[in-house]
C-alpha cells in the first residue's frame, strides 16, 4: 500500500524553505553571512589600509604599525560586535521563548541595566584610570548582583510573572542610580563619558576585552541553548510543560544565569546596544517556524549579522565624531517595534 499523503497544510510546510528540513540550510547561510561580515568588519576603516600586508606581518610577528593596528584595534572590533550581537540575538530569542511574550527582549531582566549600572558607578569612582579593565569588570560584577537576586526568586520557585517584576524593579533601580550617579557627577567631563559609554559603542576595544568577555559568554550560550526542549514544551503553557517531566526550576536557573553571562559581559565591554535581541527572532520566525528551541540558534547568528551590519555603518557614513552602535541599532529597532505592536492591535481588533 501507498503511505497516506499529509494533510495540505503539512505539505506546505514540507515545502517551504523554513521548515525543519530547512533550518540548517539557514543556519548554514547565516553563518557564511556572519563570517563574511566579520572580515568585513575587519577591512573597513576610516584611514587606507594594506589588509593582505598588515596580515602578513601579524603572522610574520613583525611589530610594524600595520600589523598593530589590525590585531589591537579591527580584529577585536569584530569579534565583538560578533559575539555581542549573538549574546543579544539568542538571549532575545530565549526570553520571547520562555516569557511567551513576543515584546520581550535581553533588558526585561534588568541585567542590562545592572550591567550598565556597575560600569557607571566604575566610572564615577575613577577606577577606569588606574586599571584598564575596570570598566568591563564592573559592568561583569553589576550583572552578577543582578543574576543573583533573580536566582534566588527562581529557586524558591517565583514563576515567570515573579521574574518579571523583580526585572523591572531592577531595571528601574539601576536607571535611578544611574541618573543619580550622573547628576552628582562633580566633573562634567567624566558625566559627558559616562553618557557616551552608555549609547554603546565597539571603538577602542582591545583583544583583553574578547578574552575576558569569551569565556562568560559562551558559558551563557550553552545555559541558554539547552532549554531549548523546554522552551518548545513549555509553549504548551508551564502546567503541560511540567507534566511532560520538565523541571522550570532548573530551566529558570539556567536561563537567568546564561542570560546574565552572556549579556552582562557583552553590555560590559560594548554599553548598552538595543532593539537587536528584539528584532532578529521575529524576523527569524517566518524561516524556520515558530517552535521557540528551533529559533535560538538563528537569531543568535542574525543578531550578530546585525550587529556587525551596523558598526560597519557606522564607520562608512561621514559622520564626525562617528554615531554610537547603540544609537544606530535603536533606529532601527524603534520602528520595527512600533510596527510591531500597530500589526499586533490590528489583530486583537
Known amino acids: ?77 569584530a569579534l565583538l560586535g560578533a559575539l555581542v550581537g549573538f549574546s543579544l540575538g539568542l538571549t532575545g530569542a530565549v526570553m520571547q521563548g520562555y516569557l511567551r511574550n513576543p515584546l520581550a527582549d535581553p533588558g526585561i531582566l534588568g541585567i542590562s541595566s545592572a550591567a550598565a549600572l556597575g560600569a557607571v558607578i566604575v566610572f564615577y569612582g575613577g577606577f577606569a584610570v588606574s586599571l584598564t579593565l575596570a570598566l568591563p569588570l564592573g559592568g561583569i560584577a553589576g550583572a552578577a548582583g543582578a543574576a543573583f537576586l533573580l536566582n534566588m526568586l527562581a529557586a524558591r520557585g517565583s514563576g515567570t510573572l515573579g521574574l518579571i517584576l523583580a526585572g523591572v524593579g531592577l531595571s528601574s533601580l539601576a536607571g535611578a542610580l544611574t541618573a543619580l550617579a550622573l547628576n552628582l557627577s562633580p566633573n562634567p567631563y567624566a558625566a559627558l563619558e559616562i553618557v557616551f559609554w552608555l549609547m554603546g559603542s565597539l571603538a577602542d576595544r582591545g583583544m583583553d576585552h574578547v578574552w575576558l568577555c569569551l569565556p562568560l559568554m559562551a558559558a551563557g550560550w550553552l545555559m541558554m541553548l539547552s532549554t531549548a526542549p523546554a522552551l518548545d514544551a513549555l509553549a504548551l503553557g508551564e502546567d503541560t510543560a511540567e507534566s511532560l517531566g520538565f523541571d522550570l526550576v532548573s530551566a529558570r536557573l539556567r536561563i537567568v544565569t546564561g542570560a546574565a553571562l552572556a549579556v552582562g559581559s557583552g553590555v560590559a565591554v560594548s554599553g548598552a546596544i538595543g532593539f537587536v535581541g528584539l528584532v532578529v527572532p521575529h524576523l527569524m520566525r517566518p524561516l524556520v517556524g515558530a517552535r521557540p528551541g528551533a529559533v535560538l540558534l538563528p537569531s543568535g547568528l542574525a543578531g550578530a549579522a546585525l550587529v556587525l551590519a551596523a558598526d560597519i555603518a557606522v564607520r562608512l557614513l561621514a559622520t564626525r565624531p562617528e554615531l554610537k552602535l547603540g544609537v544606530v541599532t535603536a533606529l532601527v529597532g524603534a520602528p520595527f517595534l512600533i510596527l510591531l505592536l500597530l500589526r499586533g492591535g490590528g489583530r486583537r481588533a
Request: charged share 15%.
Open 1 to 77: 500500500m501507498n503511505a497516506p499523503m499529509p494533510p495540505p497544510r503539512a505539505r506546505a510546510r514540507q515545502r517551504r524553505p523554513g521548515g525543519a528540513a530547512g533550518a540548517p540550510a539557514i543556519v548554514g547561510g547565516l553563518a557564511v553571512l556572519v563570517v563574511g561580515l566579520t572580515l568585513a568588519s575587519v577591512a573597513v576603516g576610516y584611514a587606507p589600509f594594506d589588509l593582505p600586508a598588515a596580515f602578513a606581518d601579524l603572522l610574520a610577528g613583525r611589530a610594524t604599525l600595520p600589523a598593530l593596528v589590525l590585531w589591537e584595534l579591527r580584529i577585536p572590533r
